[in-house]
């Protein structure tokens, strides 16, 4: 018996070393993809996706030696201090090594990606690895892959327990105290950053004068670039979101049904003994939440097991409980 809880005890140890090792991995991971977002696809272009590196894009605009991610560290400092303040140390300390890494991470690729110092200050596309990644000509294409490649990475960090810093930071501080949706949030800050861009830089590079790309257009770039962020965020914290919820009612017993719900499916489900309004006929009604791909096989079963039966299908926003999500803790943040 003994042996048995040894056992158990380190099982549970491993996991607990493993979960700890794979959430420090996520952090630096997303930064990374994160930084390549911004190194390769919107920081040559002045694109503004919002943010503390949207911020910081504008003002590399007005000092170019000064590259966007020592910037970010500019802005990060004193967010930092906020989050330690408002969300708590344990969120804090993977808050600020994401926070850290992410500038760091988009300076080195950076230098690496230009061949001069001059190329490095003027973010020049045509210069960037060679100019294999110049997509000048394809700013709405760019705009969409880097806005994608930050969702992704900003996913990855906040599924991680962590932040990437900035309007991270102040997305959660407004989600804990304000009710709002992470994703949400995220789009209402990063909308004033962008409002800034175009106060401070007059919508990006380029001028009134371009006849092909006027520089007014990067401002809908920036739009739908903070846009596409902001669903890959939500996407990737909490999935297709694609879930449905059956409410079966039907005269009779659909013992059938209770079967295919129970061995088929390997699901379960809620019986609720009802009673018709009009007839005051006892009724059986099920409550079921099934994936997408599920409902139509669902609905087929239920027409063969009783043609007749009342079926309201539904959207199920977030799921909670056995072969679902778990509930989250008192306290604990969630994104979306």
């Given at each position: 018996?003994?042996?048995?809880?040894?056992?158990?005890?380190?099982?549970?140890?491993?996991?607990?070393?493993?979960?700890?090792?794979?959430?420090?991995?996520?952090?630096?991971?997303?930064?990374?993809?994160?930084?390549?977002?911004?190194?390769?696809?919107?920081?040559?272009?002045?694109?503004?996706?919002?943010?503390?590196?949207?911020?910081?894009?504008v003002m590399h605009n007005l000092f170019p030696s000064i590259q966007v991610g020592?910037?970010?560290?500019?802005?990060?400092?004193?967010?930092?201090?906020?989050?330690?303040?408002?969300?708590?140390?344990?969120?804090?300390?993977?808050?600020?090594?994401?926070?850290?890494?992410?500038?760091?991470?988009?300076?080195?690729?950076?230098?690496?990606?230009?061949?001069?110092?001059?190329?490095?200050?003027r973010l020049d596309p045509a210069l960037l690895l060679g100019g294999s990644v110049d997509m000048t000509?394809?700013?709405?294409?760019?705009?969409?892959?880097?806005?994608?490649?930050?969702?992704?990475?900003?996913?990855?960090?906040?599924?991680?327990?962590?932040?990437?810093?900035?309007?991270?930071?102040?997305?959660?501080?407004l989600q804990k105290y304000c009710h709002i949706r992470f994703s949400t949030a995220i789009l209402m800050v990063d909308a004033v950053v962008v409002l800034f861009g175009l106060v401070v830089i007059g919508f990006g590079v380029g001028s009134t004068d371009d006849s092909v790309t006027p520089s007014w257009h990067l401002s809908f770039y920036s739009l739908i670039a903070i846009f596409v962020t902001s669903r890959v965020l939500a996407y990737v914290i909490n999935g297709a979101k694609d879930d449905k919820l059956l409410f079966v009612i039907s005269k009779k017993e659909m013992v059938e049904l209770h079967r295919f719900i129970l061995k088929d499916l390997d699901r379960s489900a809620t019986l609720i003994k009802s009673s018709g309004l009009y007839t005051g006929a006892d009724k059986e009604m099920l409550f079921l939440v099934v994936s997408q791909k599920e409902v139509t096989v669902v609905k087929s079963k239920i027409k063969e097991v009783d043609p007749c039966a009342f079926?309201?299908?539904?959207?199920?926003?977030?799921?909670?409980?056995?072969g679902w999500k778990q509930l989250p803790s008192a306290g604990e943040l969630q994104p979306e």
């Open positions: 018996m003994n042996k048995a809880i040894e056992t158990i005890g380190r099982q549970c140890q491993s996991l607990t070393r493993l979960d700890w090792w794979l959430s420090w991995t996520g952090i630096f991971v997303g930064c990374a993809v994160m930084a390549a977002g911004f190194v390769y696809f919107i920081n040559p272009y002045s694109i503004v996706p919002g943010g503390v590196y949207g911020a910081s894009i020592t910037f970010g560290y500019m802005f990060d400092i004193p967010l930092l201090v906020l989050s330690m303040i408002f969300l708590g140390a344990k969120l804090g300390s993977r808050t600020i090594v994401a926070a850290l890494s992410t500038p760091s991470i988009m300076n080195v690729m950076s230098r690496l990606s230009y061949p001069t110092q001059d190329a490095l200050e000509d394809h700013l709405m294409l760019t705009s969409i892959v880097g806005a994608t490649l930050i969702g992704i990475g900003c996913g990855i960090v906040v599924r991680s327990h962590g932040t990437t810093g900035g309007s991270d930071i102040v997305a959660m501080i079926v309201v299908v539904t959207d199920v926003y977030d799921t909670f409980g056995e």
